[in-house]
């Protein structure tokens, strides 16, 4: 699958079992529908993300994502727990994760 954002391939990890997407280029993260439940249960959100959280964008994101599983469908940037942004497709619920944002998350939900 393409990056959401940059367009280049992305590479796939397996995470104990869970096998997930991730850009080497902006190190950002695709969750498949029901995949980030997987990721917050066996706490894996840091381990995946690679950024810190300083390192996860602070200004309001003015370039859309674009869902590469729905011909490039626009995603819709969203707001979850602790205030993190991601971008959603509301076609096939697919979610991305920009760099440092699934480390946020991970904390958030660990409190
Ligand atoms: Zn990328
Ligand atoms: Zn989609």
């Known amino acids: 699958m393409l990056c959401p954002r940059c367009k ?9 079992g869970l096998k997930i997407d991730r850009c080497q280029q902006c190190k950002g993260v695709w969750l498949d529908k029901g995949e980030l439940d997987e990721v917050l249960l066996k706490k894996m959100g840091n381990i995946i993300d690679a950024g810190s959280i300083s390192q ?5 994101k003015t370039d859309v ?14 707001r979850g727990a602790g205030n993190v942004e991601f971008d959603w497709c509301d076609k ?3 979610m991305w994760f920009d760099r440092g944002e699934l480390t946020v998350l991970h904390y958030v939900k660990d409190e």
Not at 8 to 16: A, G, L, N, Q, S
Not at 56 to 60: G, L, N
Not at 65 to 73: E, G, I, S, V
């Open 92 to 94: 096939c619920e697919g």
């Open 65 to 78: 994502a674009f869902c590469r599983r729905c011909n490039n469908h626009p995603m819709i940037p969203m």
């Open 56 to 60: 996860a964008p602070t200004a309001p």
């Open 8 to 16: 280049v391939e992305m590479i796939e990890k397996d995470y104990r």
